[in-house]
C-alpha cells in the first residue's frame, strides 16, 4: 500500500490538558487509519523568529541556560512576543536582535518560508530573518535573560562549536543551513 492511498487520522475532538501564559497542551482523539482510536498530544505554542546577525565573517550569538535540556546554550537570537502582545514577524525579529544584543540592523532579509523545529508533537513554527548592516547599541533583556552572554564568533568558529556540540539547538543549526543553502542558490 501506498502512502498516498492512507488517509490522515482524523479528528473526533480536542481539549486542552494544560495551559499557561505561553503555551497550552491539547489532547486531540483521533479515528487511526486501521479504524482504531487513540489520543494525541500537541503542545501549542506562539511561532517565533531568530535572527542571524552577521558582520565581518562571524555572527552574534547569545548563551543562556535552557531549563528543558538542563545546560546552557549558544544560538542565535529569537523568541516570540510577550503574552498579550503581537505583531509582525518582522517586527518581532528586530525587536529579538534589539532585546537580546543591542544591535539594530539596516538590512534585512527573510530566508525561506516558516520552519518547524519539533513537527511530532508541537505546532510551533519559525521565521529566519538575515540581518546585516549592524549598529551596536544596549541590549534590553528581560528578566527571564538576566544570564545571557553574547559573543561574536568567525563562520569558522561557529563551525566547530557545531561540530563539537558546543551549539546543539536545532534551530540555530538549521537556520544556518538555509543561510548558506540560500546563499548558493544566490551567488
Known sequence: MSSESIQPP????T????RNPWMSVREDTLVLA???TGIYGIVDRDD?????????????LVEQFRHAVGRRSWEFPMGNWAPGRTGDPADLARHELLE???????????????????T????QGFAIWHATDLTPGEHRRE?????????????AEFRRMVSDGRIFD???????????????AHP
Open 48 to 60: 517565533y523568529a531568530l535572527v542571524i546577525p552577521e558582520e565581518n565573517g562571524g555572527f552574534h
Open 170 to 184: 536545532a534551530p540555530t543549526i538549521s537556520a544556518y543551513a538555509v543561510l548558506r543553502l540560500s546563499a548558493d
Open 34 to 36: 486501521d479504524g482504531s
Open 10 to 13: 482524523v479528528r473526533l475532538g
Open 15 to 18: 481539549r486542552i490538558a494544560y
Open 120 to 123: 511530532g508533537f508541537c505546532s
Open 143 to 155: 528578566i527571564t535573560e538576566a544570564d545571557m552572554e553574547q559573543a561574536f564568533v568567525t563562520e
Open 100 to 118: 537580546e544584543t543591542g544591535y539594530t540592523a539596516a538590512t534585512w532579509r527573510r530566508l525561506g518560508e516558516r520552519l518547524h523545529g519539533s
